[in-house]
């Protein structure tokens, strides 16, 4: 055996009990996260997001609330993940291009047929990590402390939601506020802030929201 043969067989056996050791944490994780899955959410890089026109700004601290929102575009009978894709990239081309702004205002969006997607660049590495968000552009006021989702449709005319985007909703928000520590109390719709007639008709079921919300916690 020379020198280097005997470097590398430890160097081996060094990776095999190193990987050993590393899998017993690993399936702890997997054993919590059977009893609470977090909701598959697809990144930026996933749908196509362009690069943020100008940088984004990181709060180090953790949000307080989530806002509800609604998108006020039609009310689609696409429900692929296609569409929600689409949508997404839509959303950014209007709120860059026509809003002016350095990309998506909202963090995360949640498509009719139950999709959900990283709205503002580095808005699921934040909430995965729990401790710190990205500054949003989604409600006056509120854009250095609350988390943004935008639920695609128009709800203020009586349409019915979805039942796949309002479990989605329920699943987002159960997640949020687990990974943020943030009371189920403190889901909010935007016209709680702001004038707007925004999330529509969401804004009327806000309370079994959070009571679906807290009976997951
Ligand atoms: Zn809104």
Redo the contacts with the bound molecule.
């Keep these: 055996m020379t020198e280097s043969t005997r470097l590398s067989r430890r160097l081996f056996l060094g990776g095999v009990a190193g990987l050993a050791a590393a899998s017993l944490p690993f399936e702890a994780a997997t054993a919590r996260a059977a009893d609470h899955r977090p909701p598959r959410i697809y990144s930026c890089r996933e749908w196509g997001a362009r690069p943020p026109a100008d940088p984004l700004t990181r709060i180090d601290a953790r949000p307080n609330k989530i806002i509800v929102?609604?998108t006020a575009y039609p009310n689609v009978q696409d429900f692929s993940l296609d569409y929600a894709f689409q949508n997404s990239r839509d959303i950014q081309n209007l709120h860059m291009d026509v809003n002016g702004w350095s990309d998506s205002g909202q963090h995360f969006t949640n498509s009719r047929g139950g999709f959900l997607t990283e709205g503002r660049t580095g808005s699921l590495n934040a909430l995965r990590s729990g401790r710190y968000m990205i500054q949003g552009a989604?409600?006056v006021g509120q854009n250095t402390q609350a988390i943004g989702i935008e639920n695609d449709g128009s709800y203020h005319l009586g349409e019915p939601v979805p039942q796949a985007q309002w479990d989605s909703l329920v699943a987002f928000c159960v997640y949020t506020c687990e990974r943020y520590r943030i009371a189920p109390t403190e889901i909010y719709g935007?016209m709680d802030f702001n004038a707007?007639q925004?999330?529509g008709g969401l804004h009327e079921r806000l309370p079994e929201l959070r009571a679906a919300v807290r009976a997951l916690l």
């Design positions: 929102h609604h989604h409600c935007h707007t925004c999330p």
